[in-house]
């Protein structure tokens, strides 16, 4: 199939060759308009948050081992056999460590004084091999010790980096190194060029609007047209968004382009929201599995990484344009300019066509999401409202007020919906979350106060809970009380970035 000649989109060749080749083009409104983009490089992950666990307790639990070999005749059998299994993980003896192993496997996850494993033990000491053993019997890396210090913890402070990067390596889930450091929200890739400098190129546009190589999203009632694929490796991009040549959607166009293409060195993409019939829409596409989601905050979050960046821009410059139609000073009808980035009151006599005014461009919405912790470290508050699923908890969030700044953003929204009182306030990372057009502001927030007063007009509970049970719910699905957000959501990566950090900090 050539280019410029398909008249539908879902397909495969097409999808995954545009995908590959075009990672990082243009993305622009349709309806006589547009708004765009080139490939641009994605950001590199920064380096690690360092951690400072006090892991002294290890030399202490070293000691108390050793007396406790000197009286090991008072101990029960049972209690011999974890004692050596232990000493053998702390000293690094795989031969003896294996042998006890394959003789009673349930020593594998046995904890001695102060909840400590032998994996942790392995870890405290940089005993690589024995740790990899452990590791490769199915040994629980997520464990705890009674300072809430994972085996990843403790090998990270002591320096055995060696460890800690095996320790960081995952295939079920768990913790990786990367959740210490700041963190890649879903919404948050730019594989787009928004390309700024060429909205106001009334030519370039509509001449990139009848480029063959240029892609084409279809929103209806601002849900864009996707299609079911296959389930990809268990992570939920089961959604692929369905892309459009220009022939395919001209006559949405409210004015077809005239003038001819030019040679294009980079695909520009265009997102058209139009109230023509769903069920007719729907018609332009050859795969009949074809859809408009119906809830964006379940649908959406079924894309992948990529594609999501992309509605997350499209879906918002498309919402705006929903909204403002008509110009917020003065009432009169405005037209669309900058590649649908800016709208421009059509009254010549209106305030809004002197000065910068934030009513002519697209509206960013910030709120605050925070996850507060309580003050001894091991505890995280979670709110739910009433339309959550069941036993689901998430962090408390609010809009930010004008004159207010994050931190206080926080403190007001925090102690309005719990009670709770906040004193530090710490930003971690950022989402942008396209319903329709918010900036979530990622923070940690450290308790003051530790008293709940619901207020119920906003949530409908609040809990602190302790780190482990997080843990067990997030990582081992032991979820009979609480459930956490999807790992799409910021609210996940925020609860996600705590348990990272160890709480002595
Ligand atoms: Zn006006």
């Known amino acids: 199939m050539r280019r410029g000649e398909d008249t539908g989109c879902c397909d495969t060749e097409l999808q995954q060759k545009d995908y590959q080749r075009q990672r990082g083009h243009v993305l622009v409104r349709g309806f006589n308009s547009s708004l765009f983009q080139t490939t641009r490089p994605r950001k590199e992950q920064t380096k690690k948050k360092k951690t400072s666990p006090d892991l002294f307790e290890a030399d202490r ?25 232990l000493d053998a993980a702390a000293r690094g003896d ?15 996850n046995q904890t001695g004084y102060s909840g400590w494993t032998a994996l942790m033990l392995a870890a405290r000491n940089g005993h690589h091999h024995v740790v990899e053993k452990l590791l490769s019997l199915g040994c629980n890396k997520l464990c705890t010790n009674s300072s809430s210090q994972t085996a990843y913890d403790i090998a990270k402070f002591w320096g055995h980096r060696h460890v800690a990067r095996l320790l960081s390596l995952t295939d079920d889930g768990g913790l990786r190194g990367g959740t210490l450091g700041p963190q890649e929200n879903y919404f948050s890739r730019e594989t787009l060029d928004r390309l700024s400098g060429k909205r106001s190129d009334a030519a370039w546009l509509e001449a990139k609007q009848r480029d063959p190589d240029t892609v084409y999203l279809l929103f209806s009632n601002l849900s864009p047209m996707a299609t079911v694929t296959k389930v990809n490796g268990g992570h939920g991009a089961d959604v692929k968004l369905c892309r459009f040549r220009y022939n395919a959607v001209k006559d949405l166009l409210q004015k077809p382009a005239t ?8 695909p520009v993409w265009f997102a058209i929201n139009t109230d023509e019939d769903a069920a007719e829409l729907l018609k332009r596409c050859e795969n009949s599995s074809c859809f408009f989601p119906k809830s964006p905050n379940r649908d959406l979050l079924r894309l992948d990484e990529e594609e999501a960046g992309v509605v997350a821009q499209a879906r918002s410059v498309l919402a705006w344009h929903d909204r403002y139609s008509f110009c917020p000073t003065c009432g009169s009808p405005t037209s669309l300019q900058e590649g649908g980035h800016k709208r421009t009151c059509l009254n010549p006599d209106c305030r809004s066509l002197k000065g910068v005014h934030n009513t002519c461009y697209p509206r960013v919405d910030p709120v605050v999401i925070m996850l507060v912790i309580h003050p001894d470290g091991n505890q ?22 004008p004159g207010e700044t994050i931190e206080e953003a926080v403190r007001r929204e925090v102690e309005e919906e719990s009670g709770v009182k906040v004193g530090p306030v710490q930003y971690v990372s950022c989402q ?3 319903m329709p057009s918010s900036l979530m502001i990622g923070c940690h927030a450290i308790a003051t106060s530790t008293d709940i007063k619901v207020d119920e007009n906003e949530i409908e509970d609040a809990q602190w809970f302790p780190r482990q049970q997080v843990v067990d719910s997030m990582f081992r699905g032991a979820q009979q009380t609480l459930v956490v957000p999807p790992r799409q959501t910021i609210a996940h990566q925020l609860i996600r970035h705590w348990i990272g950090i160890n709480s002595n900090l």
């Open 61 to 85: 639990l070293e000691k108390l081992r050793s007396q406790s070999r000197m009286t090991s005749l008072q101990m029960s059998a049972q209690e011999e056999m974890v004692e050596k299994f």
């Open 94 to 108: 795989l031969k003896l460590l294996s042998a006890l192993l394959s003789h009673t496997p349930s020593l594998l």
């Open 259 to 266: 003038t001819e293409p030019d040679t294009p060195d980079a």
């Open 380 to 401: 995280c508050l979670l709110g739910r409202k009433s339309i959550f699923p069941a036993r689901m908890f998430s962090c408390l969030a609010g809009f930010v007020e």
């Open 432 to 434: 942008p979350w396209p």
